[in-house]
């Protein structure tokens, strides 16, 4: 077999043209791949340093094709990236792979959850809101039964001396609103002659206290301070029998009946009759005599006073009456001890069921029909009734002075005047003696521990806490002297209140009362509101079961609503 021919070596001409082929046909090649970018002699600093760069530039010098100066570098092409890029699926494979049976079943899963989700959420909020205690509803309440009602019986004495009438007690508007009081019960203060029927006006004012016109301009004041003003009408303030004679109990009604329409369209919020056990069918004439205030407007009030501190009597007052308020001698009946105290609260709370039912009778609170409170009980117990009478289940009515600690002032051998209110040092006293700046307005105003103070703080938490307001009552087994009830609304904070009538200090002994509901039922400790005497932190917090109290000393704690 003959032997292949061997080829030809390539000599160094076939070599180069070789080199010069494959040159030419890169140079074709870089024409399409390859961009020049000509240096133009740069600054050391300037030329591009990048390893790309560089690398481009060796492989340009190997090749020897391209002059000095000028280098190739490799551009990606536009349209070649455009084509690299992802574009999606189309329509038509998004809806062949959504109707696919797996994502159909996927899709229905999801759903169903969903809705059983949404489903079960609206379960749990339905059953929360079935479950959850209801709130109680509020009862109808007018202006009389959300504070204190404070009564000036003189005018003139209440400013002290050589200040105006009507007119200038306009001035003392600004302390009454302090004293967070919703009404000011005001005289009588109507023209009159001593026990002459003939001779009293009850439709004129009295020239010495000012005009009509003194008045109106009173009430307006008063109106845009919030503040109600009871016109008192007993007939004969001045004579010896209130009522003159039994003989005249018809010409009374008759001009009681006239002046109550006459002062209604002036514009007074209500009336009071003090002494009324004395008229003949005296239910009947307060009856009726609601019935006149009421049909003017809901909003007025009458109001009732009696020197009788004999339940019975003052339960056939309010009998035919419907929203009459009635002040009394009843709760100033000694002995002035825890369980007296608590019994007679007791009693008159069920003989108007005022605890009981929304509907009952309205109850008032007082120690008199127009006394001051220091002419009742004693001195150290001052405090401990205003703290009484603010959170008894009713509407606590005073006299100028009580908030001080006023006392009346007696001159030997005539009858009790109406005292001076001491707004400070210069103010007189009807009896001789000097006057310290701890028994008037002034001086009380600046000490947190005075009576003015804790008087104030009452009001103020009187007006404004549901449990106060209208809450239910409730008194709680006590140590022997001490006097302890509990005030709570429905979910509100609950008040508890514990007063030591005694003069020794004495462990409360508090005990849960059976009639007491689970939801006001005692914690373990309360947060002190305040004390009516000195020492004591507010706000702290303090266990029921080591509470002890200083002789005559009142607290008020509170403790908060637990479902």
Not at 42 to 54: D, F, H, I, R, Y
Not at 57 to 67: D, H, L, Q, R, Y
Not at 452 to 458: D, P, T, V
Not at 522 to 531: I, M
């Amino acid at each position: 077999m003959d032997p292949e021919p061997l080829e030809p070596s390539a000599g160094p001409g076939a070599q180069g043209a070789g080199a010069r082929g494959d040159s030419g046909t890169m140079s074709q090649d870089a024409e399409v791949d390859m961009k020049e970018v000509e240096l133009n002699e740069l600054e050391p600093e300037k030329q591009p340093m990048n390893a790309a760069s560089g690398a481009a530039v060796s492989a340009a010098m190997a090749g020897g094709a391209e002059k000095n100066g000028l280098v190739k570098i490799k551009v990606a092409d536009d349209e070649a990236a455009a084509a690299a890029k992802f574009t999606g699926l189309s329509k038509e494979e998004l809806l062949k792979v959504a109707g696919s049976p797996g994502w159909v079943r996927a899709r229905w899963a999801l759903l169903l959850l969903f809705w059983l989700g949404w489903l079960g959420m609206l379960a749990g909020a339905v059953l929360i809101i079935v479950r959850a205690p209801r709130c109680r509803d509020l009862p109808a309440q007018g202006w009389w039964q959300k504070g204190a009602l404070y009564r000036v019986r003189d005018p003139q004495a209440f400013q002290g001396p050589g200040a105006g009438g009507l007119d200038g007690l306009k001035g003392r508007l600004d302390y009454l609103g302090s004293l967070k009081v919703k009404g000011v019960v005001l005289g009588p203060i109507h023209k009159t002659q001593r026990d002459d029927v003939d001779g009293t006006h009850l439709e004129q004012i009295d020239p010495t206290f000012g005009s009509k016109e003194d008045f109106e301009s009173l009430l307006q004041a008063a109106k845009k301070k919030s503040i109600r003003v009871i016109l008192d009408l007993t007939p004969n303030y001045r004579g010896q029998d209130s009522w003159f004679l039994p003989t005249q109990t018809d010409t009374v009604a008759t001009k009681i009946t006239d002046a109550l329409s006459f002062w209604l369209q002036v514009g007074v919020d209500g009336f009071q009759v003090r002494d009324v056990e004395k008229l003949k069918n005296a239910p009947l004439l307060l009856a009726d005599w609601q019935n006149i205030t009421k049909s003017f407007s809901e909003d007025r009030l009458l109001i009732a006073g009696t020197g009788s501190s004999n339940l019975s009597e003052i339960v056939s007052l309010l009998e035919p009456a419907k929203d009459l308020l009635l002040t009394s001698s009843y709760l100033a009946a000694p002995p002035f001890t825890g369980e007296h105290v608590k019994t007679l609260v007791a009693q008159y709370l069920d003989a108007t069921r005022g605890h009981l039912t929304n509907d009952s009778r309205w109850s008032s609170w007082s120690l008199s029909q127009e006394g001051l409170l220091t002419s009742f009980v004693p001195a150290p117990l001052l405090r401990l009734y205003q703290l009484l009478l603010f959170t008894l289940p009713g509407t606590p009515v005073f006299s100028y002075g009580d908030e001080i600690g006023l006392k009346a002032a007696v001159l030997p051998g005539q009858p009790e005047q109406a005292p001076v209110m001491l707004w400070d040092e210069s103010s007189s006293l009807n009896t001789s003696g000097p006057v310290s700046a701890n028994m008037t307005v002034k001086g009380q105003s600046g000490d947190t521990g005075s009576p003015l103070s804790l008087f104030r703080q009452l009001s103020d938490l009187r007006g404004k806490e549901r449990s106060l307001l209208h809450g239910d009552f409730h008194a709680l087994p006590s140590a022997p002297g001490l006097f302890a009830y509990v005030r709570h609304w429905d979910q509100n904070d609950r008040y508890l209140v514990v007063l030591n009538f005694g003069d020794t200090s004495q462990p409360a002994r508090l005990a849960a009362s059976s009639s007491l509901p689970a939801s006001a039922s005692l914690p373990a400790s309360a947060s002190l509101l305040l004390s009516t005497q000195p020492g004591r932190e507010e706000g702290a917090s303090l266990e029921l079961e080591y509470l002890k109290l200083e002789p005559h000393e009142g607290l008020l704690l509170k403790f908060p609503y637990v479902a």
